[in-house]
């Protein structure tokens, strides 16, 4: 029962892999309360290797579901297995922003960080919110 249990992970594992190795297009939205605006963010490529990049695009809407501009409050980021997004905190311009993001990851020559797996990249704009997971693997 063990053996199957761990052939069963393997394969999970290899299928993830295998997966990671091609670009395919991922979007997820989700809505913050009372805020009266939505997020939905988009990426052509939603597995990277540690250390590899994406671009990611929100585009925003009022509550009338005209386009938001704003040059005032950016967008702001956040993914649960870190790495960093440039620029930081972009504007909305007709409604849309990009920002790349980049996995942390890898070895250097005194440290293994550990950031393999999913990710959770939420995107943030006066209370209302997108989110979408991106797959983090080894190259």
């Known amino acids: 029962m063990k053996r199957l249990a761990t052939l069963m992970s393997l394969l999970t ?16 939205s989700g809505y913050g309360s009372g805020s009266g605006y939505s997020l939905n963010i988009t990426t052509s490529n939603s597995s990277v290797p540690e250390g590899g990049s994406t671009t990611l695009i929100v585009t925003a809407k009022d509550g009338q579901g005209n386009p938001v501009n704003d040059s005032v409050t950016p967008i702001t980021f956040s993914s649960t297995l870190g ?57």
């Not at 594992?13 to 997820?28: E, F, K, R, V």
């Not at 959770?120 to 991106?134: D, E, H, L, P, V």
């Open 13 to 28: 594992i290899a299928a993830l892999a295998m997966l990671g190795c091609s670009a395919n297009t991922s979007s997820s």
């Open 83 to 139: 790495g960093s997004f440039s620029p930081a905190t972009p504007f909305l311009s007709s409604g849309v922003t990009s920002t790349v993001y980049t996995a942390s990851g890898g070895t250097t020559a005194t440290t293994t960080t550990a950031t393999v797996g999913v990710t959770q990249i939420t995107a943030s704009y006066k209370g209302a919110f997108a989110y979408m997971s991106i797959y983090v693997f080894k190259p």
